[in-house]
């Protein structure tokens, strides 16, 4: 199998944006963070009323804080670095494995006729981006 790095890379990403994975860079816990923040230091400046106007304050900290932060996966394998992607592209290969393939568009038309072999790339693009870029699925 001799295809580019862009060929593959390329395949992955149409496998995450028909397959509609999103991604956070785990922001959720910083936009609770600051909302719980907020709700203490309005307790504590306004007693109880304080901990409401607080925590509604700190909800849009939060909110404005963390927005922007949830991206299709298939952005962001795209934007990846090259090294990144030249190590995605080696894990791909090896789940390909045998096939004859030289042609991308052959390629598309095996994966897209093999339910396992396409859950097998799915998931190598969810593993790469959970362990290997430290950013969390959203199922």
Do not use: W
Request: proline share 3%; with cysteine; charged share 20%.
């Amino acid at each position: 199998m001799v295809l580019a790095v862009t060929e593959i890379i390329h395949l992955l990403s149409t496998l995450s944006e028909e397959e509609d994975i999103r991604v956070t860079v785990k922001e959720s816990v910083k936009g609770g963070a600051i909302a719980g923040a907020s709700a203490v230091a309005g307790g504590i400046c306004l007693g109880p009323p304080g901990i409401a106007i607080g925590a509604a304050v700190g909800g849009l900290l939060g909110y404005f804080a963390t927005r922007g932060s949830f991206r299709p996966a298939a952005a962001i394998i795209m934007d990846m670095p090259q090294t990144q992607k030249e190590d995605l592209t080696r894990r791909a290969v090896s789940v390909l494995g045998q096939l004859r393939s030289t042609d991308f568009i052959d390629l598309v038309a095996i994966v897209a006729g093999d339910a396992i072999l396409r859950r097998q790339l799915v998931d190598l693009v969810k593993n790469h981006l959970t362990n290997e870029c430290g950013m969390h699925i959203l199922e």
